[in-house]
């Protein structure tokens, strides 16, 4: 099977060399050794020019946010790639990992010298579109760059969608022509090629690959990152992880995820997105392990389906309802980052929401934090509390409260910019599915994104979607959650 052409693009005009020494795949957003159509992409130049592979997995040091807790989970990641990738001649995985800020700076460069092409991952988001577009210009060979973010291909929808039914509608008419089209699960197996010739001493001694004890998470100390937001207790990453992760959600969680999800102290959600985030894994990794439960095949797709969230796939109601979160909402902000530069600024909210909150921006706060009290979960609300504080613990906020945590981040902004400032940078720094275009989805979700103009209008909202401590705290069983999260310090 070959990369469909959507999928690709060249960001450069020069040519590829066909008297290279090797492929060079660098490996920045899909850091997964399967289910990935840029590593097929680049096998496919492998056997059509009869090259070896290089696979370069860097790790910047100096990109906002930089600490231990992402650090830690990228390079759990690398771990499983290396010992996934030994034993294989025709193959180099090269780690890189930055000892300090700049030092990586001209190693894509450098390999590129003696590369016949170099393939790379279409990622819309964060840093790496800039990053792209320099590499564009220094590398010397032809690069290009892959899609492999979800089961739509992003330039398969040529507009924004504003809703999730009205991309619903769209994916159940396009999407069938795309499953057909998969990424290798396991790419590697049965590949025969020539032998990697080795790589340059003047690159090996300038970077060297990435020391063994960072990819068994020690030595993190010696890094110039922020060691003040650790590594998660208990939760590590890689494709390892992230696989056996999604097998105890299906085993255990799948069948009642509609109604567990909602509720923090019945676990239901399924903690994927962190995984889904570093690349560790796949959409369709994920796809295939519940179709495989499911015993389904596309037979039994809904011809008459027209944007509703369950019957399309005809597959159970739990996985109809899993599968509209990680497609529809998913592909939502892989949908819009790519198209919209400013999908990360207060500009992108429908006119709609921009109208209604400058019509209340006077309206007086009850009550206005600033950033640091948000941080330090020192406000009035226990229940916001406890959320900022698994934030900072965890990494992560139950599904349902983080719609909460930004309703209230609003309310108590002197203005909507202000609010999305403070929800942004507390999301980039300390979830480990942010600076991702789901994770910002859900952000500005609490300003009228992808939302309706709701009534009555309110304070401060105006026909913004209102929610409620109180009313979440009567709906939610939230007794365990709020003993396990209140921190001792919280306001009165």
Known sequence: MTVPPLRVRNLNDRPLNPEGDYVLYWMTAYRRLGWNFSLDRALEHCRR????????????????????????????GMADNLKRSKRRRWLRYYPYVEPSAGDGQGLLAALAQKACV???????????????????RQVPVRLEVVDSNGLLPMRAADKVYNRAVDLRRFLQRSLPDHLAALPAADPLRGVRLPAFPGLPREVLSRWSACDPALLEGKALEQLPIDHTIRVVPGIRGGSVAGSRRLREFLDGHLSGYGDSRNHPDQEGSSRLSPYLHFGHVATHQILDEVVAREGWTPGRLSPTAKGQKEGWWGMSPGAESFLDQVVTWRELGFNMAWQRPDAREYSSLPEWARKTLAEHGA????????????????????VWNAAQTQLRQEGRIHNYLRMLWGKKILEWSPTPQ???????????????????????????????????????ERPI????????????????????????????????
């Open 118 to 136: 170099v393939v790379g991952d279409d990622f819309p988001a964060f840093f790496l579109p800039g990053m792209l577009a320099a590499a564009a």
């Open 363 to 382: 309206d007086p706060r009850p009550h206005c934090y600033q950033l640091e009290e948000f941080e330090s979960a020192q406000t009035h609300d226990p």
């Open 49 to 76: 020019l009869k090259k070896p592979l290089l696979v370069l997995e860097p790790l910047r040091c100096g990109y906002r946010y930089a600490c231990d807790r992402f650090h830690g989970f990228v390079l759990a």
């Open 461 to 492: 909202f105006g026909k913004i979607r209102y929610m409620s401590s109180d009313s979440t705290v009567r709906k939610l069983r939230l007794k365990d959650y709020l003993a396990r999260f209140t921190p001792a310090a919280s306001c009165s």
């Open 418 to 456: 202000a609010a999305i400032h403070v929800m942004l940078e507390l999301n980039d720094k300390y979830a480990l599915d942010g600076r991702d275009p789901n994770s910002t989805s859900g952000i500005f979700w609490c300003l009228g994104r992808y939302d309706r103009a709701w009534g009555p």
